[in-house]
């Protein structure tokens, strides 16, 4: 009859029932009507007999457990479940067993000390030294991405070879059914970033940005010579303990290369970036280091970061670029340091050898060599000279102690004692 079509040609689950075995769909003037109750009956006595027999999408539905209910499997779905590929590994994709050691269990986990984007930093109490520690810890569920699980196995390796003062210490790397956990020294104290908001206009005096800034250099060279790249050097990521001494942190971007070979990764802090990242070039991992040393300098003394943009892509452009200003406030030394550092050939950036012997870096030792002399002199002058002056009075002790005064306290000038 015009107008009407069999059930096999309009169903959506691709169903071979026939016409005759279903019912008809009415069609009139485009509309369907459903068939009556009846109808329906037989369709669904047909239906579940069908499904006894076969296994089209349709019979597969109707076998379905009711909600509640444990899905059923046979014996071979047991035993593909426990394959190796989905079997529990003790340490899946994060490298050799021998990297982990140690159980959770000797340590007392307090509250939160940091937040990154993949992992969490709590402070913990070992409980047979009852020392502190910092266990920074990845949720595994939020390490899905093989290559994620490359960098925290990465991040491990690279962390037991160091062992320097400027470099932040693993004690243990820790595996457990749900989380990656490194237990590191903790650092009492805050980020350089958060010393610095808490000075005047944000930024160190001289003599101070070029003491914290030496010992960065200090433990960066450290982990060069073991042909280790941080790729995320900045103010967040060194630390000062109670003495302001420094401590790098956060190897989560890590390498190690051997000689020559070159990283592709894009990765860091887009204000440190180095011109070769943001233009997705190949580059050497510790230049782009020196790079983000240059950015970092800029940062103690201006209180401020070379290049600005209002998006990442206008900030990626003024990078590139190269171009930035230099405020008055910077002694002329470390303006020279800061513009070899920001080169954009990377070839022509020094190396943290060649940056510690920088006249910048060793002016402060030069000018202590020659104050001692001419402390010495003065002294050996203003013996002479008050003995003279006070010889015929009698009155030497008493002069002593009145330039001493003069020289330390300041009192009102005038009278002799």
């Not at 340590?107 to 502190?132: C, E, M, N, P």
Request: hydrophobic share 35%; net charge positive; glycine share 6%.
């Amino acid at each position: 009859m015009k107008g009407k079509r069999p059930l096999a040609e309009v169903n959506s689950l691709g169903g071979t029932m026939s016409s005759q075995e279903n019912g008809r769909l009415n069609m009139t003037e485009g509309r369907p009507h459903l068939p009556d109750s009846s109808c329906l009956a037989t369709l669904l006595k047909h239906w579940t007999e069908a499904g006894a027999r076969d296994e089209s999408p349709i019979s597969a539905r109707l076998r379905k457990p009711p909600l509640g209910l444990p899905k059923p499997c046979d014996k071979e779905d047991k035993v593909r479940s426990q394959t190796p590929s989905n079997r529990p590994d003790p340490v899946p994709d994060f490298g050799s067993a021998a990297l982990f050691k140690g159980s959770l269990d000797t340590y007392s986990i307090g509250r939160q000390i940091g937040q990154g984007a993949y992992a969490s930093v709590k402070l913990g109490l070992d409980k047979t030294s009852s020392h502190k520690v910092a266990i920074k810890i990845y949720d595994k569920v939020k390490m899905m991405d093989p290559h994620r699980r490359r960098n925290v196995r990465r991040e491990i390796e690279v962390m037991a070879q160091l062992q320097h003062s400027n470099c932040v210490r693993l004690i243990e790397a820790i595996n457990t059914s749900k989380q990656i956990c490194l237990v590191m020294e903790y650092v009492q104290g805050g980020s350089l970033h958060g010393y610095l908001k808490q000075r005047a206009l944000r930024r160190l005096e001289e003599a101070e940005a070029r003491r914290v800034f030496v010992q960065i250099v200090t433990g960066l060279q450290y982990c060069h010579a073991k042909s280790i790249a941080h790729r995320d050097i900045k103010l967040e990521n060194v630390l000062l303990d109670e003495n302001r001494e420094v401590k790098i942190i956060d190897f989560g971007f890590s390498t190690q290369t051997v000689a020559g070979q070159r990283s592709r990764m894009f990765c860091g802090t887009p204000s440190y970036m180095a011109p070769e990242i943001v233009a997705r070039k190949e580059y050497s991992a510790a230049q782009a280091d020196i790079w983000a040393l240059g950015v970092l300098l800029f940062a103690l003394l201006a209180g401020s970061f070379p290049f600005k943009g209002i998006t990442d892509k206008d900030l990626y452009s003024k990078i590139q670029r190269g171009l930035f200003d230099l405020p008055v406030s910077i002694p002329p030394l470390a303006r020279a340091l800061i513009q070899k550092m920001l080169t954009i050939e990377p070839s022509r950036r020094p190396a943290c050898s060649d940056i510690l012997k920088h006249a910048w870096i060793t002016s402060e030792s030069q000018a202590k060599e020659a104050e001692e002399p001419a402390k010495h002199e003065c002294s050996s002058s203003l013996v002479a000279a008050l003995f003279e002056k006070y010889h015929y009075q009698r009155k030497p002790h008493a002069a002593l102690c009145g330039h001493s005064a003069r020289t330390w306290s300041r009192p009102h000038e005038g009278k002799e004692n």
